[in-house]
């Protein structure tokens, strides 16, 4: 394997890495294990395990740990990069473009059709999720309860998170299953210092340089880097509530069209966070602050990425005889199924509707869309999108190019609104 190749593979991958971290992961099986058979299948298997145990998105994590095991550090870091970076320019390139022209009328009439597609794509993932992490009562219970805390008592998502994985642990089997001895500690620790200190640098320096804006930009996104267990949908939810409700950053429509744009690019889906930083900085001192809080966002939450990999990588063959940690995971990803429906009835409710309120009963919040700001137009393209790629199993680009054209073609029925 010359490193041509390998640059060349790993190329591809980021280039064709479109319809999230599903089909990512089986064009990566298909260009490492069965085209060019860099990887066999148990390891690219321990390894997808490993990556589904940690914050932040899976199948970039993936990439990364087989350009590590193929090439070492350099490697890793080439093949996480070439994951990450053809999709930051395009979203890049689309945030400016939807800041110049989002409000033209032909755009706004794209976007509506976009947005009843993500209500479609949100809906299939948690089909998707469902069917691989409810396998017994406890995770049916921890998928509803989950639900219930974030929908109705608006609980931190990091606490559910945290909460499902004790709950998952202290209910594995008691024994522990042999594994290798584990790797010294020393190697894992430098990795964490170096990485640490490179994560931290760009806030530092927005601090020191006085830039409150962007040092608020680069802790929220730092945190939620670490709360990612589950994979990008898992966490939207809990950006949303903040970016939208906390911090008054977006409005819940640009935060609908900000995963609609990230569905359409190559790249990890979390990728949404540069697009919503993008927005948030424009707003607050224009394009200038646009482009510094998209990099700082996309500093935070990727170097956490490459640290979690090149320190943990040695640790994977350890940690396949631990069944709890496997069982808190199992704990995480059952959560996950009612942090996404969560997600789901949000979209739903701010793309079908124009207003949303609110109806408080002690500590319960339960949402209160006005029956008369429903949008029809908007709910029977999401039906159609549902149909397409739910039933008639479409490909995602499909859908998405067909719901924005339909978008365009009805958006002269305002009287469907």
């Known amino acids: 394997m010359t490193f041509f190749n390998f640059f060349r593979a790993f190329a591809r991958i980021g280039l064709l890495s479109f319809g999230g971290p599903a089909a990512q992961i089986a064009l990566m099986h298909r260009e490492l294990v069965d085209d060019r058979k860099w990887l066999n299948e148990a390891e690219f298997l321990r390894a997808l395990s490993f990556c589904m145990m940690l914050p932040g998105p899976e199948a970039m994590q993936l990439a990364t740990y087989a350009g590590w095991k193929l090439r070492g550090v350099v490697g890793g870091i080439i093949a996480g990069l070439l994951f990450v970076l053809p999709g930051a320019a395009v979203i890049a390139a689309l945030a400016l473009l939807y800041l110049s022209f989002g ?16 209500i479609a794509i949100v809906l299939e993932a948690l089909l998707r999720i469902s069917k691989r992490a409810l396998k017994r009562r406890l995770h049916y219970a921890l998928a509803g309860a989950a639900f219930v805390a974030l929908a109705v008592f608006h ?31 020393g190697r894992a620790l430098r990795v964490a210092a170096i990485a640490g200190a490179l994560w931290a640098a760009p806030l530092h320096a927005a601090k020191v340089a006085g830039a409150t804006f962007l040092t608020e930009i680069g802790i929220f996104f730092s945190k939620l880097a670490v709360v990612t267990f589950g994979g990008a949908y898992a966490v939207l939810a809990y950006m949303a509530q903040e970016v939208v409700t906390g911090r008054g950053w977006l409005t819940p429509l640009q935060m609908v069209d900000a995963l609609g744009l990230a569905e359409t690019t190559p790249g990890p889906l979390i990728l949404v966070t540069q697009f919503v930083a993008m927005l948030a900085g424009a707003a607050q001192g224009g394009i200038p602050l646009a482009l510094l809080a998209g ?39 059952a959560a996950v199924v009612g942090v996404i429906l969560n997600l789901s009835l949000w979209f739903a409710l701010h793309v079908g509707f124009r207003s949303v309120g609110e109806a408080t009963f002690g500590p319960a919040h339960l949402p209160l869309p006005d029956p008369a700001s429903a949008d029809r137009l908007a709910i029977l393209m999401a039906g159609f999108a549902s149909y397409l790629l739910l039933k ?24 469907l609104g």
């Open 155 to 185: 609980l931190p998502f990091p606490l559910v998170i945290l909460v499902a994985g004790l709950i998952g642990a202290v209910t594995a089997p008691q024994a522990e299953a042999p594994s290798l001895p584990a790797p010294a500690p």
């Open 103 to 118: 409000d033209q009328p032909l755009v706004r009439a794209a976007f509506v059709g976009v947005k009843a597609a993500v």
């Open 392 to 415: 008639r199993h479409w490909r995602l680009g499909k859908v998405l190019g067909l719901s924005a054209a339909l978008g365009v073609a009805l958006g002269g029925w305002a009287g």
């Open 295 to 333: 990099a700082m966002t996309l500093w935070v939450t990727f170097v956490p990425c490459f640290l979690w990999i090149i320190a943990g990588a040695p640790y994977i063959d350890w940690l396949a005889g631990k069944p709890r940690l496997s069982a808190a995971l199992s704990g995480i990803t």
